[in-house]
Structures are given as C-alpha cells and as structure tokens.
C-alpha cells in the first residue's frame, strides 16, 4: 500500500541533545510537511516542502530544521531539545494543489519525549 | 487573520441519536474546508472536504458562508463513529492546512 511512513514512532531524547526524526513515502507526492501537535491542541504546521523549495512559517523556532534530500524521505532536526518541544510529530505528503482533489495524508507520528 | 474554531473539546451521544459537530472559521475570500478523522490508533485522514459536496459514513457538511460555518453532521451516530474529528481550512495562496483543536466524539450504546 501507497503510505507515508515515520520512524521511529516513539523517540525519547534528552534535553539539549540533537534528535531527527524521518519521514517516508511512497505516493510520490510533490508536496511534504510536517507539524508539531501537543496535548489537546490542533496540529501546528511547522514548515513544507514543495518540490524542493522549503517553506518555514514565522513563528517556527530555529531549533526546527528540516531536510528534504530527495522526493520520498523528509527529515525533522531539533538542534537543542527543550522540554517544550515534547509532542507528536506529524509528516503529511499531498499532490501539488493544481492537480485537483487536493488532500494530505498523514503518517502514524512520533511521539518524541524530552527528559 | 484565518482560523478554525471547533467550540466543543467533547461531545458524548447515544448511538442513533444525531450528530452536529460544530466548525466555525475567520478568511477572507473564498474558503477551502475539510474534516479529517482520527480513529483509536489510527493516522489522521480525510473524511469529506467541502468542494466534492459529498457524503461518508453517512456524515455531511455544508459550507454557510453567511456564517462562516462548516458543521459535520449525521442523522444517526454509530459506535464506530467514535474519533477525534478535525475541521481544516486550507490556507491562501498554497497548500498548508489551518486545524481546529479537534472534537472528540464519543457515541456509546
């Protein structure tokens, strides 16, 4: 089946310690993206690539990076953890939006813990 | 400034009792709206979007641009509707989704 995978699903990090986490998929979507989503909060989008051309948003912190290397595999980098930064991450892929039916399919998360 | 407003953290009904999920949103211009499912365990996923006008697992919603709404709705709540469900607005000029903090629906027998 045609999916976004992410891995590891559960991450525990400590704080201040580099951690990345990955993102895969096999629709061949143009577009990949990923959110940061706490407790009982809404997802929170924290950039995307389209193609290769990444697009941050304003309020993401710096400590945020990603990589795109190429079009299957997306990658989070938190440089230096902060116990805020404890939440699910959510990768989701779509179609460029003039192909019509536009949606975005979402991987399983990972849930990454700071202690 | 766009926004999605979902007023209710929880709603709890008897199964075969009706189902509004209420969405509110804030744009200016013409809106793009979605709901997305989360299941026990499952990945976030689509369930309807505005623009197909379409009905799944028996839910609707209807876009009243008037005011500014986009409620989930069905006639008759199932146990296996029990999720968390998400009304998204597509973001201007690009692809990016703006989430409402979700409203977990619980439908017991």
């Known amino acids: 089946d045609a999916m976004v995978i992410q891995n590891p699903r559960y991450q525990v990090t400590q704080f201040g310690k580099p951690v990345t986490l990955s993102c895969s998929q096999t629709l061949n979507h143009n577009v990949m993206y990923w959110y940061q989503q706490k407790s009982s909060q809404a997802p929170k989008l924290l950039f995307h690539?389209?193609?290769?051309?990444?697009?941050n948003e304003a309020d993401t912190p710096d400590n945020f990076q990603s990589r795109r290397p190429n079009t299957s595999f997306c990658f989070l980098d938190i440089r230096s953890p902060g116990l805020g930064d404890a939440a699910m991450y959510l990768c989701?892929?779509?179609?460029?939006?003039?192909?019509?039916?536009?949606?975005?399919?979402f991987g399983p998360g990972t849930r990454l813990t700071v202690t | 400034a766009q926004r999605v407003t979902q007023p209710e953290k929880l709603l709890s009904v008897f199964k075969g009792a009706p189902v509004e999920l209420k969405c509110n949103y804030s744009?200016?211009?013409?809106?793009?709206l979605f709901w997305y499912v989360q299941y026990s365990r499952q990945r976030l996923q689509l369930l309807l979007r505005?623009?197909s006008r379409e009905s799944i697992k028996g839910f609707t919603a209807d876009l009243n641009k008037g005011e500014t709404s986009f409620h989930l709705k069905k006639p008759f709540a199932q146990e296996e509707d029990s999720a968390m469900y998400y009304c998204a607005l597509r973001r201007q000029a690009g692809t990016a989704l703006i989430f409402g903090k979700g409203t977990t629906l619980s439908v017991s027998s």
């Open positions: 505005h623009i």
């Open positions: 690539y389209y193609d290769k051309d990444f697009n």
């Open positions: 989701a892929t779509s179609r460029a939006p003039t192909s019509g039916g536009y949606e975005q399919y």
């Open positions: 744009y200016s211009g013409s809106p793009e």
